[in-house]
C-alpha cells in the first residue's frame, strides 16, 4: 500500500519502521522538517501537505498530537484528493478525532479511528500481545481498511473492534489513571534506593514510562477524553479514603489505650 503520514513525531516515526518492513511505500509530512530522518528509513518528506495529498497515497495516516489535531486538519488541502482514500487516526482519544474526521472530510473518503495501545518504550521488542482497538467508522473500500487492520495482525497485535465511546469510557479508568499517577510519583521525585521492594521498581518503571511521554499527550488525553474529568476526580476521592481510614484507625487505636 502508500501510505502518507501527517505527523511525524515519536510514535509515527515507530510505526514506519514496521510499515517499512512489511513493504509498504511510505511517504510524510509534518510541522518540523525530518527531511533527513526520512531519507535514512528510504520514506519520501514533503515539507508541503499538498505535496503529499498530491502523492495519490491508498492511506493518509494522522499521527499528530491531540491538541493540534482541528489545527492540521483544518490545514489539509482536501480539494487536491483524485480519489476516495482511507483516513486512519491513531490518537489515543477517540471519540474526538472520530467527531472530527466526521466533520472536515468529504463523504466519499473513508474513516477507520484506531488506538494501537503500545508505544515505542513498551512495544520496543515487538508488537505481538499488544493490544490494538479499532473502530469503523466510515468504510466502503473494505479491501484496503483490511489492508491496512492486517498491519497489525500480522505483527501479532490482539485485534480489538469496538465504539470510539467505550474505548474512551475504558481508557480514562485505565491508560488515563496510569498517567496520572505516573506524572504523580513524578511530583514526588522517587528513586531507586538500596532496599527497593520488586513492586517499587515496577512504580518506579511507571512514572519513567510515563514521563517520558509528551506533557501535550497527557493533556490530550485529559481535555479530550469526556470521561477523563470524573476519573481523575475519583482517584482523588481514594487517596483522600485511604488516607482517611489510615487515620481513622489510628485515632480508634489511641483512644482505646487512653482507656
Ligand atoms: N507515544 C505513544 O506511545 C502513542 C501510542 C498510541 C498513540 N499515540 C498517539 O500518536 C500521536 C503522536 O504521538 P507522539 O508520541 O508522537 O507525540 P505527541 O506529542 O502526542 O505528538 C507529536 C506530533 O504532533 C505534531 N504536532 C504537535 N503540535 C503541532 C502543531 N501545533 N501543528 C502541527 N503538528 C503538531 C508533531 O509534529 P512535529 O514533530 O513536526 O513538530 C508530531 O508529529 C498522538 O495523537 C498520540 O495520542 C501515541
Same mark, same amino acid.
Given at each position: 500500500?502508500?501510505? @502518507?503520514?501527517?505527523?511525524? @513525531?515519536?510514535?509515527?516515526?515507530?510505526?514506519?519502521?514496521?510499515?517499512?518492513?512489511?513493504?509498504?511505500?511510505?511517504?510524510?509530512?509534518?510541522?518540523?522538517?525530518?527531511?533527513?530522518?526520512?531519507?535514512?528509513? @528510504?520514506?519520501?518528506?514533503?515539507?508541503?501537505?499538498?505535496?503529499?495529498?498530491?502523492?495519490?497515497?491508498?492511506?493518509?495516516?494522522?499521527?499528530?498530537?491531540?491538541?493540534?489535531?482541528?489545527?492540521?486538519?483544518?490545514?489539509?488541502?482536501?480539494?487536491?484528493?483524485?480519489?476516495?482514500?482511507?483516513?486512519?487516526?491513531?490518537?489515543?482519544?477517540?471519540?474526538?478525532?472520530?467527531?472530527?474526521?466526521?466533520?472536515?472530510?468529504?463523504?466519499?473518503?473513508?474513516?477507520?479511528?484506531?488506538?494501537?495501545?503500545?508505544?515505542? #518504550?513498551?512495544?520496543?521488542?515487538?508488537?505481538?500481545?499488544?493490544?490494538?482497538?479499532?473502530?469503523?467508522?466510515?468504510?466502503?473500500?473494505?479491501?484496503?481498511?483490511?489492508?491496512?487492520?492486517?498491519?497489525?495482525?500480522?505483527?501479532?497485535?490482539?485485534?480489538?473492534?469496538?465504539?470510539?465511546?467505550?474505548?474512551?469510557?475504558?481508557?480514562?479508568?485505565?491508560?488515563?489513571?496510569?498517567?496520572?499517577?505516573?506524572?504523580?510519583?513524578?511530583?514526588?521525585?522517587?528513586?531507586?534506593?538500596?532496599?527497593?521492594?520488586?513492586?517499587?521498581?515496577?512504580?518506579?518503571?511507571?512514572?519513567?514510562?510515563?514521563?517520558?511521554?509528551?506533557?501535550?499527550?497527557?493533556?490530550?488525553?485529559?481535555?479530550?477524553?469526556?470521561?477523563?474529568?470524573?476519573?481523575?476526580?475519583?482517584?482523588?476521592?481514594?487517596?483522600?479514603?485511604?488516607?482517611?481510614?489510615?487515620?481513622?484507625?489510628?485515632?480508634?487505636?489511641?483512644?482505646?489505650? #487512653?482507656?
Amino acid at each position: 500500500m502508500k501510505i @502518507g503520514i501527517v505527523g511525524f @513525531g515519536n510514535f509515527a516515526q515507530f510505526l514506519a519502521k514496521a510499515f517499512i518492513r512489511q513493504g509498504h511505500t511510505l511517504c510524510a509530512t509534518s510541522r518540523s522538517d525530518y527531511s533527513l530522518h526520512c531519507s535514512e528509513l @528510504g520514506i519520501h518528506f514533503f515539507r508541503d501537505v499538498t505535496a503529499l495529498f498530491d502523492a495519490d497515497n491508498d492511506v493518509v495516516l494522522i499521527s499528530t498530537s491531540i491538541l493540534s489535531l482541528s489545527e492540521v486538519l483544518r490545514s489539509l488541502p482536501l480539494d487536491r484528493l483524485k480519489r476516495p482514500v482511507l483516513f486512519v487516526d491513531v490518537l489515543s482519544v477517540k471519540e474526538y478525532p472520530r467527531q472530527a474526521l466526521l466533520e472536515v472530510l468529504p463523504e466519499e473518503s473513508d474513516i477507520l479511528c484506531t488506538h494501537p495501545m503500545f508505544g515505542p #518504550q513498551g512495544a520496543k521488542d515487538g508488537w505481538r500481545g499488544h493490544n490494538f482497538m479499532y473502530e469503523k467508522v466510515r468504510i466502503r473500500n473494505e479491501g484496503t481498511c483490511s489492508n491496512f487492520l492486517q498491519i497489525f495482525a500480522s505483527e501479532g497485535c490482539t485485534m480489538l473492534e469496538m465504539s470510539c465511546e467505550e474505548h474512551d469510557k475504558l481508557a480514562a479508568k485505565t491508560q488515563f489513571i496510569t498517567h496520572t499517577v505516573g506524572r504523580t510519583l513524578g511530583e514526588l521525585e522517587i528513586t531507586s534506593t538500596p532496599i527497593d521492594t520488586k513492586s517499587f521498581q515496577t512504580l518506579l518503571q511507571t512514572k519513567e514510562t510515563m514521563m517520558r511521554n509528551s506533557f501535550d499527550l497527557f493533556y490530550g488525553l485529559f481535555i479530550h477524553n469526556r470521561f477523563a474529568r470524573q476519573e481523575l476526580e475519583n482517584l482523588e476521592n481514594a487517596l483522600r479514603k485511604v488516607k482517611e481510614t489510615l487515620i481513622q484507625k489510628a485515632n480508634e487505636e489511641k483512644e482505646k489505650t #487512653q482507656c
